[in-house]
C-alpha cells in the first residue's frame, strides 16, 4: 500500500508543470549520469546497452530531475521486457532546436493496442504484464514530464531491433520565466 501511494504522488508531481525547475545544465554530464546507471541496470541482465550520439548541444534547459527520470523510467522498461543477453540501443540528436531521444531494445515490442494505450494511467497491456511491481503509471509518468517540457512521446515497434521503440522529443531550451 505505501509503495502505491508513493506512486500516486508521483503522478501528482509529474502533472504539475509549475513543480518543475528549469535550468541550464551540461548535457555532457546529464548523458553521463544516465549511460552510467543504464549500463548497471542493463548489466544485471547481461544486456548490451549501446549510446549513439549525433549532433547533441553542449547546454540545456530543462528541469535535470524530471528528464532523468523519464528517461530511467523508460530504460528500466526497456530491461524488463528485454530478454537476458539481449540490447538496448538509446540515440540521441537534436535537430531544429528539439532533443531527440529514442529507445530501442531487443524484446517483444508494442502490440498495436499497446501502441494507442500504453500513454494512459493504469494501462498494464497484456495480462502476463500484471504484477504487484507495476501499476501501469511508468509511461504515463514519463509522458507527463515530457509534456510539461513542451515535448511528446511516441511508441512504435522497432525495425532495428524487433521490439519496442520509445521516441522522446523536447525542446533544447525551455524558456525560463
Same mark, same amino acid.
Given at each position: 500500500? *505505501? ?19 528549469? @535550468? $541550464? ?13 543504464? &549500463?548497471?541496470? %542493463?548489466?544485471? @541482465?547481461?544486456? &548490451?546497452?549501446?549510446?549513439?550520439? *549525433? ?10 530531475? %524530471?528528464?532523468? &527520470? ?7 522498461? %526497456? =530491461?524488463? #521486457? ?9 540515440? =540521441?540528436? *537534436? ?18 493496442? *499497446? ?13 502476463? &504484464? ?11 509518468? =514519463? $509522458?507527463?514530464?515530457?509534456?510539461? #517540457?513542451?515535448?511528446? =512521446? ?19 531550451? #525551455?524558456?525560463?520565466?
Amino acid at each position: 500500500m *505505501e509503495r502505491y501511494l508513493m506512486i500516486l504522488m508521483d503522478i501528482i508531481e509529474s502533472e504539475k508543470e509549475n513543480n518543475l525547475v528549469f @535550468k $541550464d545544465i551540461s548535457f555532457t554530464t546529464l548523458m553521463a549520469t544516465i549511460i552510467s546507471d543504464a &549500463r548497471l541496470i %542493463a548489466g544485471q @541482465k547481461n544486456i &548490451r546497452f549501446t549510446l549513439i550520439q *549525433e549532433s547533441v548541444p553542449a547546454i540545456i534547459t530543462v528541469d535535470e530531475t %524530471a528528464i532523468k &527520470r523519464g528517461l530511467m523510467n523508460v530504460i528500466s522498461n %526497456a =530491461v524488463v #521486457h528485454t530478454p537476458t543477453g539481449g540490447e538496448i540501443l538509446l540515440n =540521441v540528436s *537534436e535537430k531544429r532546436k528539439f532533443l531527440y531521444f529514442t529507445v530501442e531494445d531487443s524484446g517483444k515490442g508494442f502490440s498495436r493496442e *499497446e501502441m494507442k494505450s500504453a500513454l494512459e494511467p493504469f494501462y498494464q497491456g497484456e495480462k502476463s &504484464r500484471n504484477s504487484r511491481e507495476h501499476y501501469g503509471l511508468g509511461l504515463y509518468i =514519463v $509522458d507527463n514530464l515530457v509534456k510539461n #517540457h513542451g515535448g511528446s =512521446v511516441k511508441l512504435f515497434k522497432s525495425d532495428k531491433t524487433g521490439g519496442a521503440k520509445v521516441d522522446i522529443k523536447i525542446p533544447v531550451n #525551455h524558456l525560463l520565466i
